[in-house]
């Protein structure tokens, strides 16, 4: 029954900031408290560093789970960046004994097509069938690339999702309607990714009213950052400063995202573009923990540091570690600041540690 002893450090629990220690016992925390005393089979030092619950990347492309051309290793896109549990956002092969194989803790959202403008469910039937009960949502890919032209595969996929009690996830990032509509037909807890995308119909247009609705109805409005290809930096800034902050950061990391010019892409990298975009530490810790975890509906497992829960855990340094990305029209974010992932902690045991 191994030990960590974990001093010293700005904890962060799902919740709020506050200094302690923090003590795991075999696959759980035992204690968090200021000067824990107690021995243990490792002590790390984390004075002037955060100690957070495990983060909770809700939108992530894994290999054998999403296409070949996209997948990226589950625990090189996780581990590293303090991430312990991740959602699996369209996922169309692999099956179950594949996710319990993980070591990353997971759920997945099954892939609903989009075909003549109507949302096809024969991908996400033989989905929902492999992945049995990991399975928690479907994915609609409502975008004018994929010739849609109307709301209508949107209502559709709402309607199937609702009858087998599924989330929602909806990516769009260049939109044949207004954002608004999207978030209309959606439900409280059904999720928007790409939510500060810059193509057509973005969240700006008629005064952030999409951003304004979905804040009313409790429809989750995820950053899904993609690097530097479905998220426009100023309209990011721009929401933030008139207050429409993303209530979940996720990276929506693949195989082509995850080596980047100024760092390796990741959540941390995530995070730190959301600090130099403007928002504040409390708002994105909440946006990679609880309610990430809340999105979903793993908040009883995932996202909180609590006393007889799960020990996954991560500590990270805000130090010099850069970033450097232009998106697609032409906005630069640069910071030789940035997140940096320390250790990791999954069930009481270290999986990564810098
Ligand atoms: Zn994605």
């Known amino acids: 029954m191994a030990r960590i002893l974990v001093k010293n450090g700005r904890v962060w629990d799902g919740k709020s900031f506050f200094f302690a220690d923090v003590l795991t016992n075999d696959k759980l925390i035992e204690k ?3 000067n824990i005393t107690d021995s243990a089979n490792y ?4 004075k002037k560093k955060i100690v957070s619950a495990g983060l909770v990347d809700i939108h992530v492309h894994l290999k054998g789970l999403a296409s070949d051309a996209f997948g990226v290793g589950a625990e090189i896109s996780s581990f590293p960046f303090g991430v312990t549990a991740v959602n699996d956002a369209g996922s169309v092969q692999g099956d179950r004994a594949l996710l319990d194989y993980l070591l990353v803790k997971n759920t997945v959202f099954v892939c609903a097509s989009i075909r003549q403008n109507h949302a096809n469910f024969d991908a996400a039937e033989k989905g929902l069938e492999r992945y049995g ?31 087998r009690n599924l989330k929602v996830m909806v990516h769009c990032t260049l939109s044949p309607t207004p954002m608004v509509e999207i978030v209309n037909a959606l439900s409280e807890g059904d999720i928007l990714t790409h939510v500060f995308h810059g193509g057509e119909n973005s969240c700006l247009f008629n005064n952030f009213e999409a951003l304004k609705l979905a804040k009313e109805k ?11 290809v479905h998220t426009d930096f100023l309209n990011f800034k721009k929401s933030v400063e008139a207050g429409f902050l993303p209530d979940v ?23 730190s573009i959301a600090k130099h975009l403007g928002m504040g530490e409390e708002d994105i810790f909440k946006a990679v923990t609880s309610s990430a975890a809340k ?28 970033f450097d990305l232009t998106d697609k029209s032409g906005n630069r974010v640069k910071n030789d600041l940035g997140y940096k992932c320390i250790l990791t902690i999954l069930d009481g045991q270290i999986v990564y540690k810098n």
């Open 32 to 34: 968090i408290a200021p």
């Open 43 to 46: 002590v790390f030092d984390a």
């Open 133 to 163: 009960d990991k399975a928690i949502g479907i994915k609609v890919y409502f975008d004018k690339s994929e010739n849609v032209c109307d709301i209508t595969p949107i209502k559709e996929a709402c309607a199937y999702a609702k009858n």
């Open 218 to 228: 409790g429809v989750i409005l995820d950053l899904g950052l993609a690097g530097n």
């Open 249 to 271: 950061i996720s990276t929506d990391i693949t195989c082509l995202s995850a080596f980047k010019r100024g760092g390796r892409y990741g959540m941390t990298m995530c995070m």
């Open 295 to 322: 999105s979903l509906d793993k908040e009883n497992e995932w996202g909180y540091l609590k006393v007889g829960k799960s020990a996954d855990l991560a500590v990270f340094d805000y130090t010099n570690e850069p």
